[in-house]
């Protein structure tokens, strides 16, 4: 799998209630969320789709119904993307997540799915998904991404990419504090 280029899905849509507005809008140094998601994602994934209003310039489609949760509109990328798997998702609200992040994970040797792990928790929202784990989450009755977990699953503890990738680079983006740390 390594050097090959796999499918990418941006998050754009969700609600952003702890942020109290769009979270894809927000410009952070000249640049919204959404476009610069995108352009991270399209450095290292081909070909990309936007689930959310299209705001990314990728191609933009919507889950149904529309507000279904995350692992819906994970789907209706996959869909719209006529992918099988292995896919990568990112979600909007990760402004740390560079090209070398998502090439660290989207180039993991296999088609496994691979999950970075942060602090102990899953960071289900940039991670490589395989096959397997898309068509787990299809029978599943849950609207979280964490539907996708299984035993094909590479977890990338932090001593597997400190020293690879800045401290902080899978942390999100969720209320006005978290934002106002980003700093100008």
């Known amino acids: 799998m390594s050097g090959a280029r796999i499918p990418g899905v941006l998050l754009t849509g969700g609600?952003?209630?702890r942020m109290g507005r769009d979270k894809a809008t927000i410009v952070v140094?000249?640049?919204t969320l959404a476009a610069r998601a995108a352009r991270v994602l399209r450095a290292v994934c081909a070909p990309c789709v936007e689930v959310g209003d299209g705001v990314s310039g990728l191609p933009a489609v919507r889950e149904e119904p529309r507000g279904a949760g995350p692992l819906a509109a994970f789907l209706a990328g996959v869909d719209a993307l006529g992918a099988a798997g292995p896919v990568f998702l990112l979600a909007v609200d990760l402004p740390h997540v560079d090209e070398r992040a998502v090439g660290?994970?989207?180039g993991r040797p296999g088609t496994h799915s691979v999950v970075p792990v942060v602090a102990g928790r899953h960071q289900y929202a940039c991670a490589r998904w395989s096959a397997a784990a898309i068509t787990r989450a299809r029978a599943s009755a849950s609207?979280?991404?964490g539907?996708?977990?299984g035993d094909d699953v590479e977890l990338l503890d932090e001593a597997a990419w400190r020293g690879v990738l800045a401290p902080g680079v899978f942390r999100d983006v969720d209320t006005p504090g978290d934002l106002a740390?980003?700093?100008p």
């Open 15 to 17: 609600r952003s209630a």
């Open 29 to 31: 140094r000249g640049e």
């Open 104 to 106: 660290l994970l989207a």
């Open 143 to 145: 609207t979280a991404l």
């Open 147 to 149: 539907a996708l977990m």
């Open 181 to 183: 740390s980003l700093g």
